[in-house]
């Protein structure tokens, strides 16, 4: 037989190998089983509602469950997830494919580091088998990737690095940072009361127009849509979990200064502020009906105020962007000496 025509074999039978691994071996009923060549495979119609992740280097777990409203933390901490992070994790799962997939045998573990994994991932899903794990081990020694494996099954394979970093986001990195979770098309009004200063805005029918100070004529669709911008971009800075019961010496007690907005139905939400946070660039803050403090950027906030003074004046004066000084300043603050908080 010639040279060629032998490796030409060698080749036609590891190819065939492959494909037969990939494809599952025969069962005694003649039928072949197809092996999931994804990372996790669902059924259709079936989508993972609980995560249970286990970071090594962090010493973080956290419980993830799926509701109606969305993603949410059961612990370590009862809270809004981000949904589209969490969702990433899970489509970086199903849809990113197991590499260099090998047999798996009992006793190896160690070496893959599928003893101590550096992420610990539990996937609950509403149909069988039950609760699945995946064990995410060392990275390859040529780079190419980390070993993983699911508890139970009988081979590991590698996933790729931006698939191991997507599962490794951390409690606050996984946590709802948005102020204001209202839908914003159906919002009908907006106030912020903060530096002496009062500006509510109201959609009347099909337009907006200016109650806070009171200002006749319409508000520019556009000039509403930068306001709507500016609520939306209000992000938290900081979590300060533990301290709730102090609200007296954050200034959030007796404070008057607010930023809130609401729509239809009586739906609203008001985010009440405090003091400054010294060194931090930001304000003590607490959404009105929950106890846990927060830190919110302090920059942020008086851009909103800002923005609201600006688009007020300019209003007001035809576009020139002149104003008196007492534009927007709210009586009943200016009597008290205004907000000594912020």
């Given at each position: 037989m010639r040279i060629s025509t032998t490796i030409f074999?060698?080749?036609?039978?590891?190819?065939?190998?492959?494909?037969y691994y990939l494809s599952g071996n025969s069962t005694g009923g003649g039928q072949t089983r197809l092996v999931p060549t994804y990372i996790l495979t669902l059924?259709?119609?079936?989508a993972v509602s609980a995560l249970r992740i286990h970071n090594q280097i962090s010493q973080e777990t956290m419980f993830l469950k799926r509701?109606?409203?969305?993603?949410?933390?059961?612990?370590?901490?009862?809270?809004?997830?981000?949904?589209?992070?969490?969702?990433?994790?899970?489509?970086?799962?199903?849809?990113s494919r197991r590499e260099r997939r090998l047999p798996f045998q009992e006793g190896v573990g160690k070496e893959f580091g599928f003893d101590s994994p550096a992420v610990k991932i539990e996937i609950v899903t509403g149909g069988?088998?039950?609760?699945?794990?995946?064990?995410?081990g060392e990275e390859s020694p040529a780079g190419a990737g980390f070993f993983a494996r699911w508890e139970g099954e009988d081979e590991y394979f590698l996933i790729p690095h931006q698939v191991k970093a997507s599962l490794e986001r951390?409690?606050?990195?996984?946590?709802?940072?948005?102020?204001f979770r209202l839908r914003w098309e159906e919002v009908t009004w907006m106030h912020v009361r903060l530096e002496k200063k009062q500006f509510r805005v109201e959609k009347v029918g099909e337009k907006w127009r200016w109650s806070i100070p009171p200002?006749?004529?319409?508000?520019?669709?556009?000039?509403?849509?930068?306001?709507?911008?500016?609520?939306?971009?209000?992000?938290?800075?900081?979590?300060?979990?533990?301290?709730?019961?102090?609200?007296?010496?954050?200034g959030l007690q007796a404070s008057r200064a607010f930023l809130a907005?609401?729509?239809?139905?009586g739906k609203m939400e008001k985010l009440v502020l405090g003091m400054?946070?010294?060194g931090k660039e930001a304000l003590y803050a607490r959404r009105e009906k929950e106890k846990l403090v927060l830190l919110v950027s302090e920059q942020n906030v008086k851009s909103l105020l800002e923005m609201l003074e600006v688009t007020f004046q300019e209003l007001q004066h035809g576009g020139e962007g002149k104003a008196s000084g007492d534009s927007g300043k709210d009586p009943a603050l200016v009597a008290s000496g205004g907000e000594k908080s912020v």
């Open positions: 074999l060698i080749f036609l039978l590891s190819g065939l190998g492959t494909y059924p259709e119609g079936e509701k109606s409203t969305g993603w949410f933390f059961e612990s370590p901490i009862s809270y809004p997830a981000e949904d589209f992070l969490v969702e990433g994790m899970v489509r970086a799962l199903t849809l069988k088998p039950g609760p699945r794990t995946l064990l995410v951390s409690v606050y990195s996984l946590r709802q940072k948005k102020l200002l006749k004529g319409e508000i520019p669709v556009e000039k509403v849509s930068d306001l709507i911008y500016s609520f939306q971009s209000l992000y938290i800075k900081e979590f300060l979990d533990g301290v709730e019961g102090a609200e007296k010496d954050f907005a609401g729509g239809r139905a400054r946070a010294k």
